[in-house]
């Protein structure tokens, strides 16, 4: 369970902190304190690190320049015996273990001019090349050794003798996996992560404009939506503020607030906005789906008095009320609405869900395209039950329980293989969590099955239901609310591509599937924080809250996810997390972002990170440095 290893982790850190270090363990790290990344070509001079290591081409290069002053100062003799060890050295800047091989992995403490030797090496180029040390570096201490074999190569070693070149070359422990994402002995992915923001009170949904701003927006249960600028920094003015319109309350696991919102695709060109939440209308509980436009005079406000209904929904019971909006590559607005609440979808002969002409228990697809004139929206003209008289035209698929967090896989970065896929994760009744990709026009099984199994026993012997099974289900044991989460297509950490990453509410899981290309079947690995060293980077920690509530994508696609350690809409424990792996990054430069420039009227409040120096686990209660 998570939990159990969650707090191994933290016990783990503790005894790590009061024992000292222990064996070594694979933990690749660049001098700019950093990953290791594949570089985009080749290299020239240091080319056993070409295929992975800490050097692009520029750097090789710069490398190469220096070997040729150097060597340019060694007589024949010794460039014939010394040039191969000179270009060793020098190269050892490209390994992946360059922070290890130069005590670097401390940004406060200085960087040694020469990696660390083993001995037997170390001895061996001293007697045949010990002037090349002084021209490697500029250490007065270390020219004073140069006489001394025995003290210039303690100097020179390495506490951990694990790491000493060239002995790890050899050394299958650290190699075995390099630059694959690290993984404990029970197959757990270990993972980092970065705060991105915090207090706040659970957050839903966090979205961006897809406008080159990148800015992004947090929405509150409450019903408040702020604006964030790349920086992290927020803006004091909401961006959103329908508080007072919201049907929420402060009791934990309240499921009715402000739950989804969702940008026009040609926002820069339309200004709309589109929200999704609870209401009371004369002591009815409804689901309102609405549309607001950009304030004329703030990028970073909408107009309150611009809001249109587009849709409302009766709702009831308080619970299963859906809440996510979506719109897909087709430019239709899709909406994922619950059962109706209560337990078993009680609602007529067999439940709303399975009935075609409500639209509770659904995924709708509507066209709010070029609205401004005539109807608020439009039926798509290939939506699948549009000649069905039995069935609400809106009705895109239907058979879900209460989809809680969907989104369109963005697809493979250079192929596009999977975009367009729509995956959603269906809360289950009392057996079984499931994650469905829906597709146009099909039943999704409730609540005739319940992931795999049979709920209704009834209806799911009925042959005509042709019910589409889930690509993954699991039992109550592991959780008991999935939170559906995304495909990784981001840049930053391209060993995570193509693995879908999602949660579980209750349990505070982090789970993957990955998709077999062969037999199509989906491949299930759990998601840990990565313990020992694995995580300590500048900026980077390894916990978080427990309750997952949502997750998202930023608009380079990067990973996220939201959770707080008290559900409760009006409890300001709420944290956003960026998902990393530690493993592998990006080349440097290939993922970097020039925002369009943002003309800001409010406050900017300066993000401060909760977790910087102290955390209190929220299994143990123990704090835990992390400097």
């Known amino acids: 369970m998570l939990l159990v290893r969650g707090a191994r982790a933290a016990l783990a850190l503790l005894l790590a902190a009061a024992l000292g270090p222990g064996p070594a363990r694979p933990h690749p790290q660049c001098l700019d304190f950093k990953p290791p990344f594949r570089p985009p070509r080749g290299l020239a001079f240091c080319r056993r690190y070409g295929a992975f290591g800490c050097c692009e081409p520029r750097r090789d290069r710069a490398l190469l320049q220096r070997f040729y002053r150097l060597s340019a100062r060694l007589d024949g003799h010794t460039y014939a015996a010394c040039a191969g060890h000179l270009q060793d050295l020098l190269c050892q800047e490209c390994s992946p273990y360059a922070a290890h091989l130069y005590d670097a992995e401390d940004p406060s403490t200085p960087v040694r001019t020469i990696p660390g030797l083993c001995q037997d090496y170390c001895q061996q180029v001293w007697q045949k090349c010990r002037s090349i040390f002084r021209y490697l570096s500029a250490d007065p201490e270390l020219i004073a050794l140069e006489n001394n074999m025995a003290k210039l190569c303690r100097y020179l070693s390495l506490e951990d003798t694990d790491y000493c070149f060239p002995h790890l070359l050899a050394n299958e422990n650290l190699n075995q996996n390099l630059g694959l994402v690290t993984a404990d002995a029970e197959g757990c992915l270990q993972l980092c992560l970065a705060e991105v923001a915090n207090g706040l009170r659970n957050p839903v949904a966090m979205v961006h404009a897809n406008d080159g701003t990148h800015r ?20 004091e ?45 004369r002591y009815e509980e409804r689901i309102r789906i609405s549309e607001f436009r950009i304030s004329p005079g703030d990028m970073n406000t909408l107009d309150h008095g611009s809001e249109r209904i587009i849709l409302e929904i009766e709702e009831p019971a308080s619970n299963h009320n859906g809440g996510e909006l979506l719109f897909g590559d087709d430019g239709y607005l899709y909406i994922f609405t619950g059962d109706g ?142 939170t559906g989460g995304y ?62 509530i949502s997750f998202a994508e930023d608009e380079a696609g990067e990973l996220y996810f939201m959770s707080t350690g008290v559900p409760s809409a009006t409890a300001p424990h709420g944290v956003v997390y960026k998902v990393v792996d530690t493993s592998r990054r990006a080349p440097p430069g290939k993922c970097r972002v020039e925002p369009v420039p943002v003309k800001v009227k409010s406050k900017l409040i300066k993000f401060v990170p909760k977790e910087s120096k102290c955390h209190c686990c929220w299994l143990l209660w123990v704090c835990v440095s992390w400097q």
């Open 237 to 281: 003015k909401p961006f959103l503020n329908i508080s007072e319109a919201v049907l929420t309350s402060p009791w934990e696991g309240d499921e009715r607030g402000f739950l989804g919102i969702v940008f026009h695709p040609k926002f820069k060109f339309t200004g709309k906005v589109y929200v999704y939440y609870s209401v009371e209308v």
């Open 341 to 482: 609440g209560m337990a078993g979808d009680p609602f007529g002969t067999f439940g709303n869900a399975q009935n075609k002409s409500t639209l509770l228990g659904k995924v709708l697809r509507i066209d709010v395209n070029n609205n401004d004139r005539g109807p608020l929206y439009r039926i798509p003209p290939d939506n699948p039950f549009i000649d069905d008289p039995q069935a609400r035209p809106e009705v895109y698929a239907y058979g879900v329980r209460n989809m809680w967090r969907c989104s369109f896989d963005r697809g493979e970065p250079q192929t596009k293989e999977g975009k367009g896929r729509l995956f959603c994760g269906d809360v289950g009744q009392n057996k079984y969590e499931e994650i469905d990709i829906v597709e146009k026009g099909k039943n999704y099984g409730w609540r005739a099955r319940e992931g795999f199994s049979c709920y209704d026993k009834k209806l799911c012997a009925n042959s005509s239901m042709d019910d589409v099974l889930p690509i993954y289900a699991y039992p109550h044991k592991m959780g008991k609310s999935v």
């Open 487 to 548: 495909v990784y297509r981001g840049c930053e950490s391209p060993n995570l591509n193509g693995l879908y990453i999602f949660g579980d509410f209750m349990s505070g899981r982090l789970m993957s599937l990955k998709e077999d290309r062969t037999t199509r079947e989906w491949q299930y690995s759990e998601i840990c924080m990565g313990t020992g060293q694995t995580c300590m980077f500048p900026g980077l920690i390894n916990n978080y809250y427990q309750y997952i």
């Open 216 to 235: 992004f927006f947090i929405a509150e249960q409450v019903g408040l939506v702020w604006t964030y600028l790349p920086d992290r920094s927020r803006l």
